[in-house]
């Protein structure tokens, strides 16, 4: 009997290993197909054929393609806001608050203009009329978490003296768009070419830190 | 003779005002299609009907649908831009600089959430990868247009000692999108619902005015 049901569990695990497996190829393969064509020119058939799974497997895996989006939108989202998040939450209360918010905006700003996540970021824009739930997703588990994570980080630097902020969510909110919108705005509007790169990109992040402090630093 | 001309200037007069309106009219119908349905799903045919044109009409007189999506993206964006740059244009060098900086930002910010307007920028974000010179254009008739502005009246505000800035040009990015960033990213990512309304959205213009002075008014 024992035999018998370790056997079962066995059975059961690789069976769930493999659908695991199969789970993460459907979404890369989603997110390819998404990023590349569009949501609507994207059929499941491409996306089961890319993947190398039956269609049935994707419809019993995600239920449609409204799910499946879903999913691409966590998964892409959460790879680059999930390593910001922790980055902004260990930002020290002690030290040299300028050289810490100068290395974290350069960080942040690094990880947002990842291709990937600008081209979901289009697509989520482009797609947000249809499906606005899937840009407050973006929003939430992206820019908003990362907001939230700085208003926290502010409100113990604003009771520890180092900062003089009323709102702390508000100049999260400066914060996060003085080192991020020029950039992003640039690359929505005129195409990844328009990307400032390496030293002109850290200057938009560099600026936008002295702008916050000389608004923000106690003096 | 001489009455025979007058009346071919007459006839070609005529001609060239009821081609004029006819101009008028299908920019007109491609805005609404457009921005209803988008770049792609909309055809000359559907322009044409709308317009209450006929088909040739449309092609004789803007070549082909990336030519009048161009002149879509002008109409468009110099309506709500003409007049923003009109009022960067006339702040005045003295007075109360918190005070007509706070008038201008809640001027400039009800223009740029115009829903025609934001529709496009919209449409001009998801087309950006097919047609970033379209992104282009918006962004210089638009936001360029205004930050040069704003950076030629800060240079000169600078220059009478009111403000402390280096980079007029900068100072100008960080002065737009310190107004604009919230509710513009709030709504491009989660739809027109999301767009703050009324107190709130003068909330962020006059938050952004504040950071703004406590940054680069001089002292």
């Not at 922790?86 to 942040?108: F, K």
């Not at 820019?143 to 003296?161: M, Q, V, Y």
């Amino acid at each position: 009997m024992s035999e018998i049901r370790s056997q079962d569990i066995e059975i059961r695990t690789s069976g769930n290993a493999r659908s695991a497996v199969k789970r993460v190829a459907i979404v890369e393969a989603a997110t390819t197909l998404f990023l590349r064509d569009g949501y609507l020119a994207t059929s499941m058939d491409e996306i089961a054929g890319l993947a190398v799974v039956s269609k049935q497997t994707v419809y019993s895996q995600f239920g449609d393609k409204e799910n499946l989006f879903r999913d691409v939108v966590t998964a892409v989202v959460d790879e680059a806001a999930t390593p910001v998040f922790a980055e902004v939450s260990i930002l020290p209360d002690g030290g040299n608050l300028e050289s810490d918010l100068r290395d974290l905006a350069s960080r942040l700003l690094a990880r947002v203009i990842q291709p990937r996540l600008l081209q979901l970021r289009r697509l989520v824009i482009s797609e947000a009329g249809r499906f606005p739930e899937l840009g407050r997703l973006f929003y939430e588990r992206g820019p908003g978490r990362t907001i939230g994570a700085l208003a926290d980080a502010f409100e113990r630097l604003a009771a520890s003296g180092v900062l003089r902020i009323d709102d702390p969510q508000l100049a999260a909110e400066h914060f996060n768009w003085l080192v991020m919108s020029i950039p992003i705005n640039r690359v929505m509007l005129c195409g990844e070419d328009a990307l400032p790169r390496g030293a002109d990109l850290n200057r938009y992040a560099q600026a936008g830190v002295g702008a916050f402090l000389a608004a923000y630093a106690s003096r």
